[in-house]
């Protein structure tokens, strides 16, 4: 019989708040060694992968964070590289057996057949994918992928399930979209997409996420423009992570570009007003590229609560 044998892998796992300070800064910590079992870590959220959009960067991952409640973790988002960054925090596949989508723009999704395929090989039970309408087109498509390679592992192994059986997918749309009596989610329609009512591609929804359970309240923002449902249903939460285009951003695009990052994207300005007008504790940004003070000083002229400017690995307690 074929062994595997899962090496130790480094792991950053704690990136710790300057004390104090109205911009968090954090900073790689100690190392752990790989676990094919879920994690069983700290109420908080670790920040796997801040970059967004289909352009490859050095210094961030895709879009991807890791929400731990009561001990049960859940992936918001799926972005290239998820499975390695989850390595570098001392994990592998399998500790992420819940996921949800906000959307389904390819950054967003491009490391769910990876993540799928190595959960199911490292023998995971199962793996629930929730997204909007076109999810289960997409979880099909994931499913076909992994088929070359369950032959061989069922045939190897002795794999009971197929892949079909494996990921299921669950689509959702607005109001109260989970509850596992340990957290509610609960999804508003947002801005990023601006279809007109009644055409072929209104079917398509981005949505903005709150995760509820004892004493903490959570908001993802996904991608969005300016929003009042998201201002809503961000109303008193401990935390709002939130999707920024920065000014270098903003600057960086073809002028005809432009129009796009500011309806259907947050300005440092829009970030702020909106984490002001839902009253947060804490600000995180991912989904983020080219930073700098200035933006921070946009955010602070409105918000004066915590902010922490998101890195990969970036860990924060709740």
Do not use: W
Not at 79 to 84: A, P, S, Y
Not at 245 to 262: G, Q, W
Not at 266 to 275: C, Y
């Amino acid at each position: 019989m074929r062994k595997v044998i899962l090496a130790k892998t480094l792991a950053v796992v704690v990136c710790a708040a300057m004390a104090g300070s109205a911009v968090a800064s954090t900073k790689p910590a100690t190392a752990a060694a790989a676990s094919t079992a879920p994690a069983q870590a700290s109420d908080g959220l670790l920040l796997l992968g801040t970059s967004g959009g289909p352009l490859a960067r050095a210094d961030r991952a895709g879009i991807a964070t890791l929400l731990t409640i009561g001990g049960r973790n859940y992936l918001v988002d799926a972005g290239e590289g998820v499975v390695h960054q989850l390595g570098k925090a001392g994990m592998q596949a399998p500790a992420a057996p819940i996921v949800f989508l906000t959307h389904l723009h390819d950054d967003h999704y491009a490391g769910l057949p990876g993540l799928a395929s190595f959960s199911y090989t490292l023998r995971a039970p199962r793996l629930d994918v929730y997204g909007p309408a076109g999810t289960v087109d997409l979880v099909r498509g994931v499913a076909q992928v992994m088929v070359p390679n369950a032959r061989i592992r069922m045939a190897e192994q002795g794999l009971k399930h197929t892949p079909a059986e494996f990921v299921v997918a669950h689509e959702y749309g607005a109001g109260t979209i989970f509850d596992d009596g340990n957290v509610s989610v609960s999804a508003v329609v947002n801005t990023h997409f601006d279809f007109p009512d009644g055409s072929p591609a209104a079917v398509n929804k981005s949505y903005s996420l709150r995760f509820d359970a004892k004493g903490h309240s959570i908001v993802f923002t996904g991608d969005t423009g300016p929003s009042q449902a998201v201002a809503t249903l961000a109303k008193g939460a401990d935390v709002l992570v939130s999707e920024m285009a920065s000014n270098a951003d903003r600057a960086a695009v073809p002028p005809f570009v432009r129009p796009h990052m500011d309806r259907e994207h947050l300005s440092p300005l829009e970030v702020g007003k909106l984490a002001a007008a839902a009253g947060v504790k804490t600000l995180v940004l991912t989904h983020i590229g080219i930073t700098d003070p200035s933006d921070v000083a946009e955010i602070r002229s409105v918000f004066k609560g915590r902010i922490i400017v998101g890195a990969d690995l970036t860990k924060v307690a709740l």
